[in-house]
Every structure is written in C-alpha cells, then in structure tokens.
C-alpha cells in the first residue's frame, strides 16, 4: 500500500516535492490556503493582461543543466515554453553616475573576455575570479546534480562574505560593482551574504538566463499534471490551520474547511515560523523554535507591472538593471528616501518567441519592510490614503529612473499597477514580505541553517528557507527534501539516466478527484 504524504504549501516547493514523491509511488496531497496553486509562480490580470507575481528570470533551463535534466525526468521539459534570453547580451547595466552601459555575454569565456576588455589592467584578477566562482559552484554537488564526494570542500569560502569575496580580486571600485550588481536576486548584503550564493547565482545567469514564454505558471501547471496523473490531489482554498502533535509526531492536521486528515508524512514548505504558530509550540524544545523565530529575514521589494501601449516599446530579450553610481551596488537595502531607489532591474516579458515589441514591463527594487511597517496591521484593497500616496511617490521615483535609462518610455506606458512588501506578505505568506526567505550570514552559518529534518519524526521542510532560494534553489532543496524518503543516491542517479524520454500526458491535469488547483 502506497504510503500518504500530505504537503502544506503548494508554491513552487511543495509542487517539485508533490511531483518527485508522486512520481516515486507515494499517495501525495497538497493543501494550499489561496484559490491557485504555484505561489510566485502563478499569474494575475489586469485590464485582461497577465502578469507573473514573482518568478520572472530563470537558469538552469537550457540542454543540460540541472533543471532541464530534473525536468525532463519528470517528463514536463518538452511542454514548457521557454525563451532564452540573447547570447551577446543575457543581461546590461546602466550606471547613472557617467552613463555607462555595460552588455555582459554569456558563457564562461564570452563574459570573461567582456570584463577583462573592460578592465585591461585586471585581467589576471579577472580570470582568478572566474576561476574560483566555478570551482566553488562545481564542489557543491547537489546544485549539479552530482553525487557527494570529499573531493574540493571550501569551508573557508562558506565563511566568507560576498563582498569581501570579491574584493579579494581586485581594488577597481568599478570591477567591483559590476561583480556585485546581481547581488538584488539574492538579497545580497556585502558583509554577511555567504558566498557561495553570489558564486550560485552567478555561475547560473553566466551560463544562460531565460524567461517563460506567456508566463511561468505553465511550470506550476505542469507539475501539478504530474501529481495528478500519479493519483495525487491538490486542495486550494484549503489551508491547514492546525497541526496536532502526539508523542513528538504529527499526528493529524486541520484544514480550513474543517477536516481532520491523517498521513503517514508531512512536509511543511511554507516559511518555519508560521508553520510553527499552526501547533502547540510547547511541545517543541523552545531553544528549537525561538532560534528559527530569530532568524531575521531577507529585505523585500517594491514592484511595478505595467501595461505597454501597442507597438510602441521594443521588446527586450534581456534583463535590464540600473545603478545611480558604481558605490551603489550594495545599497539597495536602504531606507526609503528621496534617494530612493538606488536600483532597479527591469523586464519585458515575452507573450511570444517572435515578440518585436513588449506588451508588459516588470520593474522591481529593493525595499525593506520597515518602510510600510505602519501599515502592517491593515488588509489588502483597506489600506488607507496615506498608504495609496505613499505607492504614487514610489511609482514616480521609479519611472524616473526608467525614463534615465530610456528616454521616453513614459510615452509608451498604458497603466501602472504596482506591489509593495505588504502585497507580497499577504499573496505569498512570507513572513515581512521576504523575497528570498531567510537571511543566510556568514558570520554565523549555523543559526540561518535549517535542515530539512525537524524535531517531529514525521515532519519534512522545504521551501525557500531551506538552502537556496529561487527557480533554482528551491527545486534542488525539493530533492534534498525528497531524498530523505527516498536516499539521495539514488534519486539522482534516476534523474541523471533520463533526458526526454517520457512526457507526462497534461490532458489529465484536474481529472484527478479533489485537484481542484486551478
């Protein structure tokens, strides 16, 4: 008999562990508190165009990376809709303080090149950097896919902040930022960001960026045809409100609509703290909970989604970011003030492979939740004229800063729609509106680390707090989540002896009795 594996959360890690699990021969539910599925993979409309709410540029999606390989084992690759971002230029930057703009290559040699034809003064600094980010990336195994070995392990590097990291190479303030300027898609701080989350992200934006075509909940949709084509159920609306805990075990869990439901394992991927306000913390050892509780999360991010009038903006294959000055690079967690925003990141999503203009602009940067903390205890669409001026001054800094990097874009906007930490609070359930989970620092590895295994035998995590963050991170955390149950060896041995050859059939997608995620 199939043993039953209910999952809290159905964002982008309860869907990879819901999909792997089910396609390893174990009955998996999934209960998930809002009416769609995918958390920041899933899609709003305004003015009958869809936008994205959170996952916008991707790696790891071309022929043989790490996702493409796990992908394709689950039989999904062939069914999504991906655009590679263009070769001679995956991302630019645009520094205000001499109006400079930079188009980075892809590929290990291309973009070396690039940096070094920049900086010819640098050039050895240059390729030991690049020397040791790979080296860095290839000794963690599981983010290749790999099975763990002694062979190279840079504890010191783990140790190391980002920042100085990078510093190490070189004293050009200038190669500096334009080593650093990423660090907003992992809420980097110079002194306190582990590095080899800079050398992860980079190494995998370097390699070749992405972007779904029409929009990323098609990933959302095709993992949940994987649970359900396995016998699976997905449960929206249907939040788990509490859990109860017998003799240091789950021993069933409450759903918002009033059941009790009883599994052989749980995997909790929602943020630890809230999932632990859903029991009986007394039953924990304090010194458990109150470390994960103090673990402060990473900054947030105030957003834009835009509406472009028709065939008046180009569409830009590539990500687009922007400083006011190279000593900017890693202010972006600063307080909201008339300098504000320091730096921004821009994308125009593609609708089509053969898009000439753009349809919509996505405009992110940084804010931190103390900027909207007056406004906490209110409720999405109550809260206040204060709060709705405080989104206009926002806006307004932000479109001109675009209007800097394009002049003129402002004549192409339709309408704004804008987000701010408090949106990504109440949408995503992300404790301070955090982008990116908790905060990992270097100066003390042990207390932002949180296993996979908890103090409750027949409790998994998952999720974006749990090792890396993103369309990378949290996949790859789903195997480690999954190996637990089904030994890590193993599991990535079945992936790597699978490359396309078997597609999961998306016509059964919500047949399955009770997978009512759509």
């Known amino acids: 008999m199939k043993q039953t594996v209910y999952i809290i959360g159905a964002g982008l890690g309860g869907l990879f562990c819901g999909a792997i699990l089910s396609k390893e021969g174990y009955h998996v539910e999934l209960f998930e508190r809002r009416r769609k599925t995918g958390g920041g993979l899933h ?180 993992l949940a045809g994987v649970i359900c084509a396995h016998g699976g159920k997905i449960h929206t609306d249907c ?32 943020h630890p703290s809230v999932m632990f306000n859903l029991l009986d913390r007394s039953k924990l050892q304090r010194s458990y909970w109150q470390r994960i509780d103090s673990i402060p999360s990473t900054y947030s991010a105030f957003t834009l989604h835009i509406i472009m009038k028709p065939e008046t903006f180009p569409f830009i294959n590539h990500a687009c970011y922007y400083l006011d000055s190279y000593a900017s690079a890693w202010q972006h967690a600063r307080p909201v003030d008339d300098l504000w925003p320091t730096g921004l990141m821009i994308l125009t999503p593609p609708e089509t492979a053969e898009d000439v203009y753009a349809t919509t602009m996505f405009i992110t940067c940084t804010m931190t939740f103390e900027a909207v903390k007056q406004w906490e205890n209110t409720t999405v669409g109550k809260r206040g004229t204060e709060y709705e001026a405080f989104k206009r001054r926002c806006e307004a800094a932000i479109l001109d800063k675009l209007e800097r990097i394009f002049p003129g874009a402002g004549r192409c906007i339709q309408s704004v729609y804008s987000a701010s930490p408090l949106t990504i609070r109440d949408y995503m359930n992300q404790k301070d509106g955090s982008l990116y989970g908790v905060k990992k620092d270097c100066e003390n590895i042990a207390l932002s680390h949180i296993p996979v295994r908890t103090k409750l035998n027949n409790l998994l995590l998952s999720g974006q707090n749990v090792n890396l963050h993103g369309i990378l991170g949290v996949p790859l955390t789903a195997i480690h989540t999954c190996s637990e149950l089904l030994g890590m060896n193993s599991l990535i041995e079945k992936i790597n002896s699978i490359t396309n050859e078997t597609q999961i059939d998306l016509s059964r997608v919500g047949e399955t009795e009770g997978a009512n995620y759509i």
Not at 48 to 66: C, I, K, N, P
Not at 117 to 133: K, N, S, V, W
């Open 43 to 222: 899609q709003f409309r305004r003015e009958g165009v869809a936008f994205d709410t959170g996952m916008h540029l991707v790696g790891a999606f071309r022929q043989g990376a790490v996702l493409n390989r796990l992908c394709s084992w689950l039989g999904i690759m062939d069914s999504l809709k991906i655009l590679p971002e263009d070769n001679d230029c995956f991302e630019m930057l645009y520094v205000g303080e001499d109006n400079r703009k930079y188009c980075f290559p892809r590929g290990y040699d291309a973009y070396m090149a690039y940096l070094q034809q920049e900086f010819p003064t640098e050039r050895d600094g240059i390729a030991r950097y690049m020397q040791t980010l790979y080296k860095i990336c290839n000794s963690i195994k599981l983010y290749n896919l790999e099975l763990p070995d002694s062979s190279y392990n840079p504890a010191e590097l783990y140790r190391q902040s980002a920042g100085a990291f990078i510093d190490s190479f070189t004293e050009d303030e200038r190669l500096r930022a334009l080593l650093a300027f990423t660090n907003p898609l992992y809420a980097g701080d110079r002194y306190h960001t582990p590095v080899y989350i800079h050398a992860l992200i980079n190494k995998f934006l370097i390699e070749g960026a992405s972007q779904f075509i029409g929009g990323s909940k098609q990933l959302a949709d095709a």
């Open 239 to 270: 939040g788990v409100t509490r859990i109860e805990i017998e003799q240091k075990s789950i021993a069933y869990i409450e759903t918002a609509d009033g059941l009790r439901r009883k599994a052989d394992l749980y995997i909790s991927t929602i």
